[in-house]
């Protein structure tokens, strides 16, 4: 599964909407990047490195847990067939976020 540019930003741009409608004035949200990982079974699959800037625990849980459900409509009209995975980093843990696109030499939206 090879995804285009224009795909991995459409991908960024649902999800910035989603998350900046529920936690407008409360956390900022970016970069958001779309990484192709390989599970342990060799198959492909899209992970989404989210980066946000705020308060952690305003980061509800409860509601942030629904993300990928909330955006497989919409997913599976970009051609994503796979459910990908999502993950939180703080600002300021955001270098590990670089260093997971590096390892995979992958090209981050900006």
Do not use: C
């Not at 540019?5 to 990047?33: H, K, T």
């Not at 980066?51 to 849980?61: A, E, P, T």
């Not at 067939?81 to 090209?107: L, M, Q, T």
């Amino acid at each position: 599964m090879m995804i285009t540019q224009d795909v991995s930003d459409a991908i960024v741009e649902m999800v910035y909407e989603d998350l900046s409608g529920r936690f407008q004035g409360e956390l900022e949200f970016g970069p958001i990047n779309i990484v192709q990982e390989i599970d342990e079974y060799g198959d492909p699959y899209l992970h989404i490195l989210i980066v946000f800037d705020g308060d952690q625990s305003k980061l509800d849980s409860k509601w942030t847990v629904g993300l990928m459900t909330r955006l497989l409509p919409q997913l599976l009209d970009l051609g994503i067939k796979h459910f990908p995975h999502r993950s939180f980093f703080s600002k300021e843990d955001s270098e590990i976020v670089k260093e997971r696109i590096k390892r995979w030499h992958w090209n981050p939206t900006p």
